[in-house]
């Protein structure tokens, strides 16, 4: 498959059988126009569409392009587009087959606008469109609601979103590792007998240094963060939030929300199922987690399209 070439037609590259439901799907390259580059994105569409599915975008984290890690974004598009759902995934401009400057993921709003725009002109019955994205792709699909507003996007499926800054860094460090460590008997045998150097020990102040600092500055919650609490709050559509277990981003996540103001109630928000993975890492690289994130996104999308 050669993606390469400039201003390529959209043409339809593969299609398999569906892994479960008898449907069969293509895989499409399509052009997404900016105000400055044309990005390349790949739709799979199933033949025999569920009704009233809409549209799964799958915005992808950073650094990487549409595959994602371990194949993970390919895989459960084909898995959606299996069971009868289109989904889209696409590269932002100087990642994977578009061109232009790479940018942070909180200046994509444009290619994920521009994303929607296309699928529409080439499917302008695709109804609404859901939002999915891991780690700082969560973060992007929040800012991008938050900036836009977009009534098109009914749905967001947020995995591990990534709010990091030193101080959360530093709190999560502390509650979820070296706590930990300090309580158990074989640290302080290896400390005392030497076998641990004292820089383990040193992590721990500068953790705490950096905690304390971050709440006497008031740098807990950055603008990129209190702007996707915004966007938690003012968000009307539906929202699934899957929590790795074996993951520090999702547990920064979970402080922040438990401790910070701007996130106060979060979890109760209307709309809102949280789902924790159990045994997952962060990007739910083995097959049982990978499975899970599938099954999980395509039934709560079913349910939040029936409503």
């Known amino acids: 498959m050669n993606l390469t070439a400039?201003?390529?037609?959209?043409?339809?590259?593969e299609a398999e059988p569906a892994l479960a439901s008898g449907a069969a799907y293509t895989e499409t390259v399509i052009a997404i126009q900016t105000d400055r580059l044309e990005l390349i994105g790949i739709v799979s569409m199933p033949t025999?569409?569920?009704?009233?599915?809409g549209v799964l975008v799958i915005i992808v984290g950073g650094?990487?392009?549409?595959?994602?890690?371990?194949?993970?974004f390919t895989l459960l598009a084909r898995h959606l587009?299996?069971?009868?759902?289109?989904?889209?995934?696409?590269?932002y401009a100087g990642m994977g087959d578009s061109p232009g400057e790479q940018r942070d993921f909180s200046a994509v709003s444009p290619d994920i606008g521009a994303a929607i725009d296309a699928l529409q002109a080439?499917?302008?019955?695709?109804?609404?469109?859901?939002?999915?994205?891991?780690?700082?792709?969560?973060?992007?699909?929040?800012?991008?609601?938050?900036?836009?507003?977009d009534q098109r996007v009914t749905g967001l499926c947020l995995v591990n979103p990534w709010v990091r800054s030193e101080a959360t860094l530093a709190r999560a460090q502390i509650k979820h590792y070296y706590t930990a460590r300090l309580r158990e008997p074989e640290f302080w045998k290896k400390l005392l007998s030497g076998r641990v150097a004292l820089k383990a020990l040193g992590g721990v102040?500068?953790?705490?240094?950096?905690?304390?600092?971050?709440?006497?500055?008031?740098?807990?919650?950055?603008?990129?963060q209190q702007r996707m609490a915004r966007a938690w709050r003012q968000f009307p559509g539906a929202m699934l939030l899957l929590l790795s277990e074996h993951d520090l981003v999702a547990r920064e996540f979970s402080d922040v929300v438990a401790s910070d103001v701007d996130w106060g109630g979060a979890l109760a928000r209307p709309r809102l199922l949280t789902q924790h993975l159990a045994g997952a890492d962060h990007t739910c690289s083995d097959a049982r987690s990978r499975a899970l994130v599938e099954t999980s996104t395509f039934a709560w999308c079913q349910?939040?399209?029936?409503?």
């Open 6 to 13: 400039p201003k390529v037609p959209a043409l339809s590259i």
């Open 48 to 53: 025999n569409r569920r009704p009233h599915s």
């Open 63 to 72: 650094p990487q392009y549409r595959v994602g890690s371990h194949r993970q």
């Open 81 to 91: 587009a299996a069971h009868g759902m289109p989904v889209l995934r696409f590269d």
């Open 122 to 149: 080439r499917w302008p019955d695709l109804g609404p469109v859901t939002l999915w994205g891991l780690c700082d792709a969560a973060s992007a699909a929040l800012l991008y609601v938050d900036e836009t507003a």
């Open 205 to 224: 102040v500068s953790s705490w240094q950096a905690m304390r600092g971050g709440r006497r500055s008031g740098l807990v919650t950055m603008t990129y």
């Open 303 to 307: 349910k939040h399209a029936s409503n």
